[in-house]
């Protein structure tokens, strides 16, 4: 009866160690937040679907995705000290409007083109909401001095963080 239970123990551990997944892991710590491997496939994904490119997933392009990210974390972080607020569902929906005549013929191509790219429409829209949200922060934030004051005040969050990569995950 032993000798049974033993094996029957085993068979469960194997079947346990064959059916775990791997979590998301850590690719890169700003502060006290953290990159996920997701994020940079999906900014991967993203970016390559808004140039219309190849997607790239080799170290050098998650490197990249990783340097984006980082910027976007600053970015979520001073817009969760002010009063910035999300934009409006019609700007959004007239910049992903925009989106598809400029690059499709049709909305069967724009889905394809989702498909391929490995994303949904509400990703890519979340990505637009964002991408219109940082454009009205940088505008309430730094008005007229431009794009070389927004640039300087991300350099400046960027040096004041501590941010440890994970090159393993980057590879």
Known sequence: MRRLSSALLGGLLLC???SAEIMDRIAVAVGTRAIKESQIDRDIRLTAFENGGPLD???TSKRQSADRLIDQTMIRAELA???YP???EAEIARVLEKIKQARFHSTADYEQALKTYGLS???LRAHV???IQVVH???AKFGNRGNGTFFAWLDGARRASRIQFHEDVLQ
């Open 86 to 88: 999300a934009p409006p």
């Open 81 to 83: 000290k002010g009063s």
């Open 57 to 59: 997933f080799s170290a």
């Open 129 to 131: 909401a964002f991408e």
């Open 137 to 139: 922060f940088a505008d």
């Open 121 to 123: 429409d509400q990703e």
């Open 16 to 18: 346990s160690v064959a």
